[in-house]
Nanobody
Framework: QVQLVESGGGLVQAGGSLRLSCAASGSMFSVNTMGWYRQAPGEQRELVATITRGGSTDYADSVKGRFTISRDNAKSTLNLQMNSLKPEDTAVYYC??????????WGQGTQVTVSS
């Protein structure tokens, strides 16, 4: 079992920055990919960024060049640095992780609101 707890969301003006963190606990030894999804009101959940245990990253086109995902395997933490935020980045952001078996775990989500 893995528990994920996000923090760092909030309200920011367009052009500003926020840093999201996700603290993981439990059996992390078989976790491979970690990442962030987001879901805006009335929209489907969207994959924002992923990072493998080895450090390979991938980003949605909409956030490339603005968001940076990072991971500390020793501390079981995941971060998402979000710069140059836009109103369309407003959403609930969810941390997740995948075991090598494919089993997925989710955090409870943290709200990010970007005002214009």
């Amino acid at each position: 079992q893995v528990q994920l707890v996000e923090s760092g969301g909030g309200l920011v003006q367009a052009g500003g920055s926020l840093r999201l963190s996700c603290a993981a606990s439990g059996s992390m030894f078989s976790v491979n990919t970690m990442g962030w999804y987001r879901q805006a009101p009335g929209e489907q959940r969207e994959l924002v960024a992923t990072i493998t245990r080895g450090g390979s990253t991938d980003y949605a086109d909409s956030v490339k060049g603005r968001f940076t995902i990072s991971r500390d395997n020793a501390k079981s933490t995941l971060n998402l640095q979000m710069n140059s935020l836009k109103p369309e980045d407003t959403a609930v952001y969810y941390c997740y992780c995948d075991r090598y078996s494919g089993l997925k775990y989710w955090g409870q989500g943290t709200q990010v609101t970007v005002s214009s």
